[in-house]
């Protein structure tokens, strides 16, 4: 059996993630052994009678910053050999499904989560391996988009999913985003499922369902590589033809 990835997040809100990690596919993940985790506080690192974590920042200015002592001696015991030290934060990469699967084959991830006005810069420099944003906008803390990146991981483990084709065929793994998806009933306040979906032909659904995804590429998000396929529905399935 593949050895578990071991997560652990450093935070002075443990209850804030500890709940989030105990429920659905994170919980059974965690039960069947594909993942281990740890929800380090970071007010155990402290050592005056507040527990104290941030302070005024030099310089002035408005708010608090967090003090690297903390973030230091906390990943310092738990630390081990190639571990990836991920801090969250608005200058870091913007986080996508590659920079996931790229997470997903590691054996130890430790996230920083900041809060307040944000962290000494001496964490970044001398903590850091990763610089994490899930997107353009300001949150509470860390907590949230670690929360984010995690799960977003965590379900790319052999075996946590169950049917091993699943994270294969979703939103973004070719540069698409997902075709869209029914169930029953056929038929629901005049809505229908479209036929083909119901016709038992394998390969006209998956022609449909490759159209469709390139079709709502190209509409909502063409940003995204896949948009381009939008001129050939059919994709890489014409590479190597001899016209």
Request: proline letters at 7%; a negative charge; hydrophobic letters at 35%.
């Amino acid at each position: 059996m593949e050895a578990p990835l071991q997560v652990d997040i450093l935070t002075i809100f443990p209850r804030m993630i500890e709940g989030f990690l105990s429920e659905s596919m994170l919980k059974r993940a965690a039960r069947a052994g594909a993942v281990s985790f740890r929800v380090i506080n970071l007010r155990d690192f402290t050592y005056d009678r507040h527990r104290t974590t941030d302070d005024r920042p030099y310089g002035g200015g408005p708010g608090m910053v967090m003090m690297p002592g903390p973030f230091f001696e906390a990943v310092e015991s738990v630390r081990t050999p190639g571990a990836r030290v991920i801090l969250m934060t608005p200058r870091g990469r913007r986080f996508d499904q590659a920079m996931a699967r790229e997470l997903a084959a590691e054996r130890h991830l430790i996230f920083l989560c900041g809060h307040y006005e944000g962290v000494d810069e001496r964490v970044r420099i001398g903590l850091a391996t990763d610089e994490l944003s899930i997107g353009d906008y300001v949150l509470t803390n860390g907590v949230l988009p670690a929360a984010v990146v995690i799960d977003s991981i965590v379900r790319l483990r052999p075996g946590v999913l169950g049917n091993a084709e699943g994270p294969e065929d979703e939103s973004f793994n070719e540069g698409l985003l997902e075709y869209p998806q029914y169930t029953r009933p056929a038929e629901y306040r005049g809505m229908r499922v479209p036929e083909v979906l119901l016709s038992g032909d394998h390969e006209a659904i998956r022609r449909w369902r490759r159209e469709q995804a390139v079709e709502q590429t190209a509409r909502r998000r063409p940003d995204l590589p896949g948009a381009r396929t939008a001129s050939d529905p059919a994709g890489d399935e014409t590479k190597g033809r001899t016209p």
